[in-house]
């Protein structure tokens, strides 16, 4: 579909060559322990990879927050998507402050975010902005491409991790995608 070029077009971005699979998001999202209340950010759904089983596993009483710097990307995921909440805007610039006067810290935050692809500034800036909306004892969940994770940003990424939270693990990894790809697991 001419629409699924946007990967391509934009891997400055996108930093992949296509969406994720699905064996790739159900492990996401359980990885996550996405409840049905759960307050859950979306940072980078793009064309709704996780987006489809967050919005299953989250039902009618979840809360949920999607930040998505792609324009076509956003129309879509409005279109696809019409009952969760979703903005066109740089995760790192986002003012997060009326929706969690409104809705509370998250529970869970879900990157899909190109981390190995992204410049020292950004990585932080990012974490910066985001972090302090979770909540304390909350989870991060963000997906690395095995063995692009031995590379100096995506290891750089790795190391400010410790930073920001408690306790960091790392799953299996999803031989069933490609690229093959595994999880973190954080804990603030
Ligand atoms: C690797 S794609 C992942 C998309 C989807 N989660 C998946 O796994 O198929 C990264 C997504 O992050 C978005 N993105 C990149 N930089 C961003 C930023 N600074 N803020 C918000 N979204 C961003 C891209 O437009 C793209 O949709």
Not at 13 to 21: C, D, E, K, L
Not at 119 to 128: A, D, I, K, V
Not at 135 to 148: C, E, L, N, Q
Request: aromatic share 12%.
């Amino acid at each position: 579909m001419a629409f699924y070029h946007n990967y391509f077009e934009h891997f400055h971005q996108t930093g992949a060559i296509a969406p994720s699979g699905p064996k790739l998001a159900k492990h996401v999202v359980s990885s996550a322990g996405v409840k049905a209340h759960s307050h859950v950010l979306e940072l980078g759904p793009g064309t709704g990879a996780f987006t489809k089983d967050l919005e299953r596993t989250l039902g009618p009483d979840g809360r949920y927050l999607g930040i998505e710097i792609n324009a076509s990307f956003h129309t879509h995921l409005q279109k696809v998507h019409p009952e969760l909440h979703f903005e066109q805007a740089p995760g790192q610039d986002f003012d997060f402050s009326a929706w969690v006067k409104q809705h509370g810290q998250f529970d869970i935050i879900v990157s899909g975010l190109p981390w190995a692809k992204f410049p020292e500034e950004l990585q932080t800036s990012l974490l910066e902005n985001v972090v302090p909306q979770l909540k304390d004892g909350g989870t991060f969940v963000t997906f690395a491409y095995t063995g692009v994770h031995l590379l100096k940003p995506a290891k750089r990424f790795r190391s400010l991790l410790d930073r920001y939270f408690a306790k960091i693990e790392r799953t299996r990894s999803v031989m069933l995608n490609f690229p093959p790809a595994f999880v973190f697991v954080a804990e603030k």
